[in-house]
C-alpha cells in the first residue's frame, strides 16, 4: 500500500527527500516524482505546485499513474482563526473552497455537482497526523527554528484558494465571511480542498497537516519566505516519519 506524500514548494519536501531510502527520480505529466521507501513503508514523493489545479494534475497522477492508496498533504498556511498562530500546526478535519461562488445558481462556496460545500478528511489518518504533530512539537520531538513558546496543535477546517491572502483586511474579511456561514477557518492555503476532491472523486483516504507560517496579513509574504526556508522542512520530516512509523 503505498503513501503519497505531498508538498507544495520544493523547500517544504527538501528534508523528505534527503531521508527516502531507495530513492528513485521519475518524470510524468511534466513533474518530478520520487519513489522510494520511509521507516520500511513504500512512498512516493510529490510536489503539487501552487493553487487548486496543479495540486488536481498532480493528485490525479498519484491515483492514475502510481496507483498510490492514500495521499498526506504537508505544508505551510496563513492563519486565520483566533489563536492559530505562527509555528502553531493545524490537522485539517475538512476543507472548502474559498473562491467557489456559483451563485445564484448554487449556494455561495457549494461545489457545484458535488450537493456539499466541505470535504472531509480521513478521520484516521487525520488522528495518526494529530499523533505525529504533537510529538513533534512536545518535548523530544521539539526542532529548533521557532521561537520558543508553547505552540499549539489544531483540528479543524481549513480554506483553500487561487490566492495568497495578504493583508490583515483580505484575511478579515476572508474569516467573517466564512464564520457568518458557520464555517469557522482556521487557516488559508491554495491546495488542499482541490487534492481532496480529488481524493473523494476515487474514493481514496486523504488528511493534511500545515505549519502555519504566518498570519495571512500585511507581513505574510515576508513571514512566509523566512519560514519555508528555515522551519517548514524540518518539520513537515518530523511529522511525516512520525506518521510512517505508525501506519
Ligand atoms: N500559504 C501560506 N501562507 C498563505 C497565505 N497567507 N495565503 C495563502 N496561502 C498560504
Redesign the pocket.
Known amino acids: 500500500m503505498t503513501t503519497a506524500i505531498l508538498s507544495a514548494l520544493p523547500e517544504e519536501q527538501a528534508s523528505l527527500v534527503a531521508r527516502l531510502e531507495r530513492a528513485q527520480r521519475l518524470t510524468h505529466a511534466g513533474r518530478s516524482f520520487w519513489r522510494g521507501e520511509m521507516c520500511e513503508r513504500p512512498v512516493v514523493l510529490a510536489l503539487s505546485g501552487i493553487g487548486k489545479v496543479a495540486a488536481a494534475t498532480t493528485a490525479t497522477a498519484l491515483i492514475e499513474h502510481f496507483g498510490v492508496a492514500r495521499i498526506v498533504f504537508t505544508?505551510?498556511?496563513?492563519g486565520l482563526g483566533d489563536g492559530v498562530n505562527v509555528g502553531d500546526v493545524v490537522v485539517a478535519q475538512a476543507f472548502l473552497q474559498h473562491d467557489m461562488d456559483a451563485s445564484p445558481l448554487f449556494p455561495r462556496w457549494e461545489l457545484p455537482g458535488y450537493a456539499r460545500t466541505r470535504l472531509d478528511c480521513d478521520a484516521h489518518l487525520s488522528t495518526l497526523l494529530r499523533d505525529a504533530a504533537r510529538n513533534c512539537l512536545s518535548g523530544a520531538g521539539r526542532l529548533p527554528g521557532l521561537d520558543d513558546g508553547a505552540h499549539r496543535v489544531h483540528h479543524g477546517l481549513v480554506a483553500s484558494?487561487d490566492?495568497?491572502?495578504?493583508s490583515a483586511q483580505e484575511?478579515r474579511q476572508l474569516r467573517e465571511g466564512l464564520g457568518l456561514a458557520g464555517h469557522n477557518a482556521l487557516a488559508?492555503?491554495?491546495e488542499g480542498a482541490a487534492v481532496a476532491q480529488v481524493c473523494l472523486d476515487y474514493a481514496i483516504p486523504f488528511a493534511a497537516i500545515r505549519t502555519i507560517?504566518?498570519r495571512?496579513d500585511d507581513t505574510?509574504h515576508v513571514d512566509?519566505a523566512h519560514f519555508v526556508q528555515t522551519v517548514a522542512s524540518r518539520y513537515a520530516e518530523h511529522m511525516v516519519r512520525g506518521l510512517m512509523q505508525t501506519l
Open positions: 505544508g505551510v498556511a496563513g484558494g490566492r495568497f491572502v495578504s484575511a488559508v492555503e491554495m507560517s504566518d495571512a505574510a512566509f
